[in-house]
């Protein structure tokens, strides 16, 4: 039985420990924070105490980690995986994170013979305990076949959307998209209950036409209108999400208006919608969750 490492237990990284687990791998997992090993550990997947002992154990590590500093630390600081892994490893991060590190990280670990692959994810915790994530994935051809067994434990939907750091600049789209798309659907929403139509009515009218989004479809009635806003998504991660596109627009030298508009409003957003609340609160700029 192949044995799988999963670095980062939070809420991503320990639903996919879980949905590997039952997928036929031996799992390994590991957790800067004791509370996050413990619980992973009472749900019966094996615990190490650092990350040291998962690259010496494992031919694939399952990155799920909360910034690109964090995952090029983890890869190539003192305990990271060119000081004794296996010369056969591959690596796959979840996370989301800035592109440039994953190049720059990938090209370090070559010549070692460790592959990376980017494989940020979509779904929520939920999606990670089910095992029924989307994944857009930039790597290798080889290196993905021979992720793709591991991939399917986690994911219901693969993507494969280019080379190193491709699947991240496909997240950070992705993301700059739910993020706008959230403001405007609030918007939309504002605009039509205080001209008379029922919010519930007036996205199934939205959802039947061109002007539909995951946001109408999923996260208002999921999470808006019935008042839940428990996606197990912070604010914190959205804005961190958020500032990623910013720096990636940046980088190319971009002028792109509505995306800094976008940005400025969730980086001015805090007295509205804090950084621990869920991240759909940012509709609390134009609507009054209660009504």
Do not use: Y
């Not at 957003?269 to 009504?291: G, H, Y």
Request: glycine content about 10%; hydrophobic content about 50%.
């Amino acid at each position: 039985m192949q044995t799988i490492g999963v670095i980062g237990l939070g809420n991503m990284g320990r639903g996919m420990a879980l949905s590997l687990a039952r997928g036929g791998f031996r799992v390994l997992g590991t957790d800067a924070a004791a509370a996050a090993r413990e619980a992973v550990a009472a749900e019966g997947i094996a615990v190490a105490a650092s990350a040291r002992e998962i690259w010496d154990s494992c031919e694939i590590v399952v990155l799920s980690l909360p910034t690109a500093e964090i995952v090029e630390a983890v890869l190539l600081g003192p305990d990271g995986p060119l000081r004794g892994a296996r010369p056969d490893l591959l690596v796959i991060d979840t996370s989301t994170s800035h592109p440039d590190t994953t190049r720059r990280v990938a090209a370090a670990l070559e010549p070692a013979g460790i592959a990376l692959i980017d494989a940020p994810v979509s779904g929520g915790p939920k999606g990670a305990h089910a095992g029924t994530l989307t994944m857009v994935i930039g790597g290798t051809d080889a290196a993905l076949a021979r992720a793709e067994p591991v991939l399917a434990a986690m994911s219901a939907t693969r993507v494969h959307v280019g080379g190193v750091g491709a699947g991240h600049v496909t997240k950070i789209a992705n993301n700059l998209l739910c993020a706008a798309h959230l403001l405007t659907a609030a918007e939309a929403v504002r605009m039509a209950r205080d001209a008379g139509v029922d919010p519930v009515r007036l996205l199934a009218g939205i959802n039947a036409g061109s002007g539909r989004s995951g946001v109408t479809q999923v996260n208002f009635p999921t999470w808006v209108l019935n008042g839940a806003f428990d996606s197990g998504f912070t604010m914190k991660l959205m804005r961190k999400d958020v500032r990623l596109a910013e720096s990636l627009i940046d980088a190319l030298g971009l002028d792109l208006p509505v995306a800094a508009e976008v940005a400025r409003l969730w980086r001015e957003s805090t007295e509205a919608a804090p950084d621990s609340e869920d991240f759909n609160r940012i509709v609390a700029l134009q609507l009054d969750p209660a009504r």
